[in-house]
């Protein structure tokens, strides 16, 4: 029996694999160093437990030099490291003013529309037939930062 494309270019080249992953290549890239499409590559991912494992191994080792490196220059004073350390590790209280400021103005213009659809609806049931017209003015500070 013919031996499978998994067989003959992925088993024999584990550690290989699990070292370009650890390295920070792509899948796409370790799929063209094996000689194997991209599909091919997701197919065996599912298929072979083995493979995902060394993937998986891969990754995590180069995820967590990258956390430590990050973690030693944000220690060690560099602001840009230390802002994308708290806006992704306590992005409650350093999330950008400018996002939350959004966000604020999201909630009061939806409530304001709940508001006015609420006001719409009483006057239908009423039977009201005099014209009534709602302006509403959303505005923020736009000097906030």
């Given at each position: 029996m ?57 990754k ?39 996002e ?21 609806r ?24």
């Amino acid at each position: 029996m013919a031996k499978s494309k998994y067989e003959t270019h992925v088993q024999d080249k584990l550690i290989l694999i699990e070292g370009w992953a650890r390295d920070g290549l792509t899948e796409a890239q370790i799929a063209k160093n094996l000689g194997i499409s991209i599909d091919t590559f997701y197919t065996y991912k599912k298929k072979y437990t083995e493979f995902f494992e060394v993937l998986k191994r891969g990754k995590e080792v180069a995820d967590y030099e990258v956390e430590n490196a990050l973690h030693k220059a944000a220690v060690n004073g560099n602001v840009t490291a230390m802002i994308f350390w708290l806006k992704n590790r306590k992005p409650q209280a350093w999330k950008d003013r400018k996002e939350a400021q959004e966000i604020e103005l999201a909630k009061r213009d939806q409530e304001l529309k709940e508001k006015k659809f609420e006001l719409e609806r009483k006057k239908l049931e009423s039977g009201e037939k005099e014209e009534m017209v709602i302006n509403i003015n959303i505005t923020g500070d736009n000097d906030a930062t």
